[in-house]
């Protein structure tokens, strides 16, 4: 039997890139692009030589590459520090009263004001990772410890992430929406014996309990030796039970503010090795339990700068928005390390974008000026349903490009956005990577490559990416199949904290030779890819293979349809069946009419084969904490089994227990 994936739905639209962005790109002809693109693939190791020489090294590299499947060394015998690439560079280069960060808090100062405003310049920032890096060796912190990072999206998020890059110790970031459980589990699985919080994080109105969450956490590893308290809420020290108060270990905890007091601003970056670790993180836990991700120093940094700069046309006047939160790998590339090393401005909002209302994200663009954009299709799809009013309140015109990462976007998301955001000026680049490749993979060039809605285009430089069946063959045009990368790629992880023989399993034994993405795809007339959902999502339908994201899509163009979800569930003649969880927009009654409506609608969209054979309709999908379906849970349900598997990280436990209450209702 064919293992390729059925590809039903078309897109004709396409949107070449405007002519005078392209004018002023830094990569504006597609004759650049392609020959750019050649030489990656065919002479990496003179094309990453020449780009890393952009870069600051305390010593050059000995060789580029050292390649054997599946452990890759670039820069081999090298000598840098991430963090003097992305402060000590930038204010060399004359960048050092260039604000770095530009944050807002969550509380309003007044209705409709914003919130609390702090720009930090590049020297500023030097100052302060530079004393929090005093301060945490002055706590017994050395190169090579592990140090976990737990803390609200606020400045000094960005600033310990880079005060451990900078004395050489590996950050492990977790997310702060996560619970003690999950903070347990990573402590000892990443070894950590410091983390750095704070009392609390402002979210959706409310205090989200930092401090104690780590209390608890502490409670069940006895790892850790010293937590570091940032004072963002200002919860008085008392039992920690009393609500709004935090308790106080002597000995163990200490205040962020009385650690960097007294310390001198002065602490010259460790010359690290290019393949020293500079951080673990976990993935988000879409198809199983998160996996410890590890990065290591030289490459991962020339990834995120390189993609940066090309891939968000990075300017010297821009002002650059990334809505990810730092526990994810976006904010780890794409809030800090590659805009930094890149000398950008880059906007930090610290709490929910539905707070105080829908209109948040937009005022914030329109009151700093926001040119270039960065957000997730599930954020776009929640704007969507809550409508475009909000947005139009606003000024957008200091927009010039948006992107979009985190899951396929589908068409009818992609076209909002591309209207009602873009005002179809600004070029969308539909960026598709994974926390395990470090940075950017497959991405339009936004002064380059014509778009089409639901497609990530072209493989970024340095990237051989590939549509192949099990034994690594190359499929034709429209051919399904999965999705790997056939060679080594500079911020490429190096494997599974701890554990090198389930990184190589995971990644390197579907198909022989070639790094596995999980995902499944396939190529276009034009070469694009097209991203069909994960691999482990296919559904079977009479020996026809069909990837989730396009019936997805058909529903969603469906204008009724806000989000969707299709699983495959038993089915007596065709093997599996389609279901379908749908959320409705706005004011939409779910009954038996727009069922049968949708039915129709989607084989009609995209044929008889990818009829939904059941649609449910609920409030809300089962999601990970950073916003992805999860279909695994999903197809449980639909099947009328018992939920297994790692929930950890599913963001709203509610959702689950209302979709088996219909279930069994
Ligand atoms: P886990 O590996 O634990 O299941 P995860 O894969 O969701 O979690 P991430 O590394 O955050 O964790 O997500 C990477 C995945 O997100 C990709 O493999 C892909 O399925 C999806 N993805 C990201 N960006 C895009 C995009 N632009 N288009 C389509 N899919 C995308
Ligand atoms: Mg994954």
New binding site residues.
């Given amino acids: 039997m064919s293992e390729t994936i059925h590809s039903t739905l078309e897109e004709r639209r396409v949107f070449p890139p405007p002519a005078d962005f392209a004018a002023k790109a830094h990569i504006g002809t597609r004759a650049e692009y392609e020959k750019l693109y050649r030489e990656s693939i065919d002479h990496p190791e003179q094309f990453f030589g020449r780009i890393a020489e952009e870069l600051h090294w305390f010593k050059k590299w000995d060789k580029v590459l050292d390649w054997q499947v599946p452990n890759a060394k670039w820069f081999v015998g090298g000598k840098t520090n991430v963090a003097y690439n992305c402060l000590d560079r930038q204010i060399d280069l004359g960048r050092g009263d260039k604000t770095a960060i530009l944050w807002e808090g969550e509380p309003e100062t007044a209705a409709g004001a914003g919130g609390e405003v702090r720009k930090i310049t590049y020297k500023q920032l030097r100052d302060d990772v530079s004393k929090l890096a005093n301060g945490l060796k002055s706590i017994g912190v050395k190169k090579g410890d592990r140090v976990t990072i737990y803390m609200p999206m606020v400045p000094e998020a960005a600033v310990a992430m880079l005060a451990c890059a900078r004395i050489g110790a590996a950050h492990s970031v977790i997310f702060g929406g996560f619970s003690s459980q999950a903070i347990a589990d990573r402590v000892d699985d990443a070894q950590c014996t410091v983390i750095i919080t704070a009392d609390g994080g402002y979210r959706r109105g409310t205090v989200v309990p930092l401090k104690r969450n780590v209390d608890d956490a502490l409670t069940k590893t006895d790892r850790v030796k010293k937590v570091v308290v940032l004072n963002r809420c200002n919860m008085p020290v008392a039992d920690g039970v009393a609500p709004g108060s935090i308790a106080w270990k002597e000995g163990r905890d200490v205040w962020y503010h009385d650690l960097v007091g007294t310390q001198s601003a002065d602490c010259p970056a460790e010359p690290m090795d290019s393949e020293d670790t500079l951080f673990v993180l976990y993935?988000?836990?879409?198809?199983?339990k998160?996996?410890g991700i590890q990065h290591t120093t030289a490459g991962y940094l020339l990834g995120t700068y390189l993609t940066t700069k090309y891939v968000f046309d990075m300017k010297p006047d821009d002002v650059y928005w990334c809505t990810a939160d730092v526990g994810?790998?976006t904010g780890h590339s794409y809030i800090v390390y590659g805009p930094l090393a890149n000398g950008t401005t880059c906007l930090m909002y610290e709490g929910a974008p539905n707070h105080p209302d829908f209109g948040r994200f937009w005022s914030i663009i329109e009151r700093h000026k926001v040119s270039v954009f960065y957000t997730a299709p599930t954020a776009i799809r929640a704007f969507m349903k809550a409508g475009k009013e909000f947005p139009q309140k606003h000024d957008l015109s200091s927009l010039r490009l948006l992107g979009?990462?985190?899951?396929?976007?589908n068409p009818e998301a992609w076209m909002w956005y591309h209207t009602v955001i873009g005002h179809e000026k600004c070029p969308i680049v539909?960026?598709?990577?994974?926390?395990?490749t470090g940075a950017i993979m497959i991405t339009p060039l936004p002064g380059v490559t014509p778009t089409k809605p639901g497609t990530?285009t072209l493989p970024f430089f340095g990237v051989d990416a590939a549509i192949v069946d099990r034994s690594g063959k190359e499929l034709g045009p429209n051919e399904g199949g999965l999705l790997v990368i056939r060679k080594p790629w500079p911020s490429m992880l190096r494997s599974i904290f701890n554990d090198p023989e389930r990184y190589a399993k995971t990644y390197w034994s579907d198909v022989p030779g070639y790094y596995f993405?999980?995902?499944g795809a396939r190529r276009d007339n034009d070469g694009y890819f097209w991203?069909m959902g994960?691999v482990d999502d296919v559904i079977n339908v009479s020996g026809h293979r069909l990837g989730t994201m396009e019936i997805e899509s058909a529903l969603v163009a469906h204008e009724a349809v806000a989000e969707a979800a299709v699983v495959g569930i038993p089915h007596e003649m065709k093997g599996q069946g389609i279901a379908a969880f749908v959320t409705l927009e706005t004011g939409r009654r779910a009954d038996e009419a727009l069922k049968k409506d949708l039915i129709a609608w989607v084989r009609k969209q995209i044929g008889a084969l990818a009829t939904p054979d059941q649609i449910r309709f609920t409030e809300s999908l089962p999601k990970?904490r950073?916003g992805?379906i999860m279909r695994r849970l999903l197809k449980e349900v639909a099947s009328g089994n018992e939920v297994k598997g790692d929930v950890t990280t599913l963001e709203d436990f509610s959702v689950l227990a209302k979709l088996k209450e219909k279930d069994e209702g």
């Avoid at 993935?283 to 199983?288: C, D, K, P």
């Avoid at 979009?404 to 976007?409: A, D, L, W």
Wanted: glycine content about 12%; charged content about 20%.
């Fill in positions: 993935t988000s836990g879409s198809t199983g998160p996996k994810w790998i979009t990462v985190g899951e396929p976007i539909d960026t598709w990577w994974q926390t395990e990530a993405t999980g995902d991203i994960r990970t950073s992805k």
